[in-house]
């Protein structure tokens, strides 16, 4: 009954453009691409600006209805994933680039934007902006900024948090807080961005950011390198960060595991290295001088051949190279159809417990399920981890224990559960591994006073 109401308000107050139900809704996925079940929202919101989304949010919680906020519904954790009597907002009208600002380096977006329309925005004006996904052309930055999103280059930029330098949001009760500022250095008191990012929509709903941009590097260098050791891969991203001119954009690391897998299952691949080698990195750096930045990458690549840090490398030569470096790396899209049922991890340690941690799980894995599969690979360069493991044909059952089994060890190593996707549902039950209780505790706090009655995507993270 208390749907229902809701619903007829929202319908009265605002249309049926803004407020699709039954049949209405557009034939469309409703939920993200973690599996976890989802059921058409009672009603899809979709508003063209931040008056409306606080005039919907406002009714809603007069009626104390239930509202989960989506983006590109690309998540992995079941943020954005609908229950029985939800609706849903989606800010997918609110996609338009308001603003680049030259002088400050900023971009300003609606929530709505895909991250590639961002990227190409910025590009177009000689800017880069850091943050990259797989899903670029799907995400929104309204998602990538809930999610708290990393992807390849967070060893030099960071996350999505660390992106934005000012942000619009409406609460609960259709309050809009925050503000569209440009400034670095902004020291007012509690920052709402850092209190929405990774909140996964429970707190508010991002309307607008002020995005950083960056200069364009004018040379890009990638390299697959082969290591005979761990201990090898930590010192050579050590001494690349120090020593290379333009740093480490990417530091991408493969276990053999994930490697003799691709090269046998995905069609296309080329091998990297003719051998073998007990660790592969894939390394990008960037830089400003599209003439001395190459040969100081070569030549740092000779040093370490000369040291026996590294065994073997190919170095890309042309954007084709690169790509097929890249590839290797990429395929991960394929996991779902050649691996159906997997447990998928997104994890993160101390850099200095990787190579442990690693090795412990694959064979924890491989001794409780032989003929199962184990991969391990990862964005070292920030600590992120992630495990695919397969046993007994993906049955729920085994997979559970898969879970039990990974979070374990995570908690063991006061690793994190989520590196990146965050919590949704998926990962709340195992959010105690990672969190006190008294700061589970402040979490809720947070979360009663900014939305006492619990609307905003109700029984994620917490």
Known sequence: MRTEQAVDALVQALGTDLVATGLAIPDRRHGDWS?????VPRALLRPHSTEQLARMLQI???FGQPVVPQGGLTGLAGGACCGPDEVAVSLERMNA??????ISGTLTAQAGCTLQAVQEAAAAAGFLFALDLGARGSCTIGGNLSTNA????????GTMRDQVLGIEAVLADGSVVGGLHKMVKNNTGYDFRHLLAGAEGTLGIVTRVVLKLHPQPRSVCTAWCGLPNYQAV???LQRAKAELPGG???FEVMWPSYLDFMMEKVKGLRAPLPGRHAMNVLMESAGADDVHHPAAFDEFLAHMLEEGVIEDAAVARSGTDARSLWAVRDATAEFPMLLPGMAA???SFSIADIGRVALECEALLRERWPSGTALVYGHLGDGNLHVIAHADGGRPETRAQIEALVYDLTRRYRGAVSAEHGIGLLKRKVLGHTRSP???????AVKQALDPKGILNPGKVI
Do not use: H, K
Request: aromatic share 6%; hydrophobic share 40%.
């Open 234 to 236: 930590t010192t050579l």
């Open 345 to 347: 991890f997104d994890v």
């Open 150 to 157: 990393g992807g390849n280059r967070v060893i030099r930029y």
């Open 438 to 444: 008294a700061e589970l505790a402040a979490m809720r």
């Open 60 to 62: 809603c919680n007069e």
């Open 248 to 250: 480490v954009s990417a």
């Open 35 to 39: 599996g976890v079940p989802s059921s």
């Open 97 to 102: 680039i308001e603003e680049v600002d030259a």
